[in-house]
């Protein structure tokens, strides 16, 4: 209980060694720790002070969250990490995904180690002004299953915050799990008094599977003073250049014949200027409102919404920026779009921004 850290053998909703009940609630009855609790002088959380003097050097926190897994919350941190970084802004990416940590993946990091200095836990680097953490980087394989209960885990998350050298940023993404578990509490209780300036929520459009989870997810942030940067809406609608779909044909037994340079060559014969168009499609229902309805109903800002780009997807597979190149044509834009609206909504970009202007990398 070093620290006051709650010990990896407490019982499911130990109350914490720091709380007034330690060692006397009904939940602390069977622990091996429980006299010891009982016991124990109480008082501030010396860590706390600790994370203060490490997040001294971060001008900006934010939050990745979503209400429910596969809505592509991890893609969309890596996508921003990764937007904020060619603005020449110092940016750290903090995985606390600890049971499913995509974003060594996603950042192209995979087999990476930590290494350790005088100064702390040194952040693995994509560019010299994007640096990531995250658990994957402690497994020894990207295979192997995380099953810890939420004091260990939320005492890696506490050990990431104070023991991590970032240096000098001007933006620290967390990505969260899904939900409102064990790890949202701890990253806002062991942040909040450094200051977190908000978090951005990500969705998908339909009503019953997602944005229910959702809203549940917009009211932890009010219950914990948490402010909403916006809600984004992902996967809205199935868009890619035509050029980039095949197309087929029933056969006569009912399989399906590819027919897609038949019909390419075609259009290039006959309709040349069909061959620029990008295509949509909705995939997911969107009758209610989708994100857009819900951030109106619940006073939240809606920041837009990113369709579901196979190009998109790939570039997330294969870690790297969705921003580099023209295969993301039809997701990058919107992405860009999204973040520079949020630099200036929150006027972020009038000191940080004009001092990357200026030349800073």
């Known amino acids: 209980m070093e620290n006051g850290e709650v010990p990896e053998d407490a019982n499911e909703n130990c109350p914490g060694p720091q709380s007034e009940s330690a060692g006397k609630s009904d939940s602390c009855q069977g622990c091996p720790n429980q006299e010891a609790c009982a016991t124990a002088p109480k008082g501030p959380d010396p860590d706390l002070v600790a994370i203060a003097e490490r997040m001294a050097t971060v001008k900006h926190k934010i939050l990745i969250l979503s209400g429910k897994g596969g809505v592509g919350k991890s893609t969309f941190s890596a996508q921003l990490s990764f937007a904020l970084a060619s603005l020449d802004f110092q940016v750290g990416l903090l995985d606390i995904d ?29 560019e010299s002004n994007l640096g990531v953490m995250s658990v994957g980087f402690m497994l020894p394989n990207p295979d192997e299953a995380v099953i810890w209960r939420g004091p260990r885990k939320n005492g890696l998350i506490k050990q990431f915050l104070k023991d991590v050298h970032w240096g000098e940023l001007d933006f620290l993404v967390v990505d969260a799990p899904p939900g409102t578990s064990d790890e949202h509490i701890s990253i ?11 978090a951005i929520i990500v969705t998908t459009p339909q009503q019953v599977v997602s944005l229910i989870d959702v809203r549940k997810e917009v009211s932890f942030c009010k219950k914990v003073g948490v402010e909403v940067l916006g809600v984004v809406e992902n996967m809205s609608g199935l868009s890619q250049p035509l050029t980039d779909f095949k197309f087929m044909k029933a056969g006569e037994h009912g399989e399906q014949v590819d027919v897609t ?52 997807c ?30 200036k909504v929150k006027e972020w970009n009038q000191d940080e921004l004009q001092h ?6």
């Open 98 to 126: 600890i049971c499913g940590p995509s974003i060594p993946k996603m950042l192209g990091l995979e087999g990476q180690d930590i290494h350790q200095s005088n100064l702390g836990w040194s952040p693995i680097y994509v």
């Open 188 to 198: 806002v209780q062991f942040l909040q008094a450094t200051g977190i300036d908000g």
């Open 261 to 312: 340079k038949a019909v390419l060559d075609c259009m290039r014969e006959k309709a040349p200027e069909l061959l620029e168009l990008v295509a949509f499609t909705e995939v997911f229902d969107s009758s209610a409102g989708g994100a857009a309805e819900m951030c109106q109903e619940m006073g939240v800002p809606f920041l837009g919404k990113v369709p579901l780009d196979p190009q998109l």
């Open 314 to 343: 790939k570039a997330a597979e294969e870690g790297r920026s969705c921003f580099e190149g023209q295969s993301c044509r039809v997701s990058a834009p919107v992405l860009r779009g999204m973040i520079e609206k949020l630099l």
């Open 356 to 361: 990357a202007e200026n030349g800073r990398v």
